[in-house]
């Protein structure tokens, strides 16, 4: 074994696919890329997710309290990476990144017409957004596109590099 340095640490224990987040704030939409968040409950499903006060997503989150996660495939790949690499404050990333949005149900967040599944959520606990810019999400409702079979997501291993979902294996699990 040698060193690793510390920040390298978020590389190892990534737990989920990057994902998408939209928001809609002051007539404006805007999505970013996430790929730090987790699951922390399952009914109703709660999802801990981190928005820097950095990222123009931030304001809109706080304000409006919701949101609406798209979980996109392989194929949005390049589009998801440069997503990544600019802001809403400048871009408007629908149409440079031509993505369509749909209107949801329950948050005026968009869902991700390219995305094969949405979760709309609202924010329920904000203890930890000033001092980690952690929010805990409530997801509201899902949508998934049944066109899509099987769709292999991105993992984010930092510097640009992505791990692919691999094979599925089926093991005895405890059912709830």
Not at 47 to 64: E, N, Q, W
Not at 134 to 152: H, Q, R, Y
Request: hydrophobic share 40%; glycine share 6%.
């Amino acid at each position: 074994m040698k060193d690793l340095p510390l920040s390298r640490v978020y590389r190892l224990i990534e737990p989920g696919p990057v994902v998408l987040l939209t928001t809609a704030h002051d007539g404006a939409l805007n999505v970013m890329t996430m790929s730090w968040h987790m699951m922390v409950d399952f009914d109703p499903p709660l999802i801990a997710c981190f928005v820097s006060d950095r990222d123009h997503s931030f304001v809109a989150l706080r304000a409006t309290k919701q949101c609406m996660i798209g979980i996109p495939s392989v194929e949005l790949a390049e589009k998801v990476a440069a997503i990544g690499t600019c802001s809403g404050r400048e871009v408007d990333k629908f149409a440079a990144f031509r993505l369509t949005p749909k209107k949801a149900k329950r948050v005026s967040a968009p869902l991700i017409g390219e995305c094969f599944a949405n979760i709309e959520c609202r924010v329920v606990d904000t203890r930890y957004v000033n001092k980690y810019s952690l929010f805990v999400l409530e997801g509201l409702k899902t949508w998934a596109d049944p066109s899509k079979k099987n769709p292999k997501t991105i993992h984010h291993q930092g510097f640009g590099r992505f791990v692919v979902d691999g094979d599925t294996i089926e093991l005895t699990s405890r059912t709830p």
